[in-house]
């Protein structure tokens, strides 16, 4: 029965499967990092629409299928549509249940786009929470962004510490903050044709996998949609594994996947590991 299972977890390797994650068949402490984005339970769509201990029973199979040491990255809602419930903090209350959870390594995406209203803020806050499996080594790779120079200090007339980009601003390397800008996907998009109405941006999901990944490690994927971490880890030389129950989504994320370019991705996240 071990062998069998086996051969169905490599074949599977590098795929997407039209089933429900729950419905999974992979092996125990198989995979490296869990990147994903899931329902978030607001009522937003048809397909978030789930039942009440969705939560728990999805983050249980992760735990199962999980490394020891392996890393969970996992999206959600700040808050209810209606502003009354902190969802964020619910889910991070699950999330202990299973997981190490450190917050100092969670992060709040800041989106360009968001959520109109008229009588409160426009929503532009999503929480992703970091959480690891206990048992085992973490792998965190820290990584460094360019940010601009406000403050310009010199040193015997000469730049300390930063430098000019191609297009003349001052600029320095800077390790990693907790609040990130990425505009959202949208539909003319040639590198981030937006496809699922909950799609997240390339450069952010790589960079999830990054931190918390080497090469040729397994990302899984739970609820792959439009298929964004298959293309994350493609571009940064990862296997994945994802599961997508929804047949007219799965459909279009095999497509997207087999038509993947990496010529259309040049300019993404350039990192400094010095």
Known sequence: MMKKLQNRYQMTRNKVSNIDFLANQLE???????TTDPPY?????????QAEDFHSMWLSECFRVMKPGATLWSFMAHCSKDGETFISHEFYKLLRMYFKVDLRNSVVWARQKGRGASKHLK??????FYATKPGGDITYNPLKMLREVVTPYMKDGRPRGWFLDETGKRVR????????????PFYLSKSDKQIHPAQKPVMLMERLIRLSSNEGDLIL???????????????????????????????????????????NYTEFNIYNKE
């Open 173 to 184: 390397w800077t390790g990693l903050g907790n609040v990130w800008t990425y505009t959202s």
């Open 41 to 49: 339970l607001i009522g937003y769509k048809d397909w978030d629409n």
């Open 221 to 263: 994927d739970p609820f792959m949609g439009s298929g964004t971490t298959a293309i994350a880890c493609k571009l940064s030389n990862r296997d994945f594994i994802g599961f997508e129950k929804d047949l007219d989504i799965y459909n279009k994320c095999e497509d997207r996947i087999a038509n993947f370019n990496n010529k």
């Open 28 to 34: 125990n402490n198989s995979v490296d990092t869990v």
């Open 123 to 128: 929503s532009q806050r999503e929480d992703i």
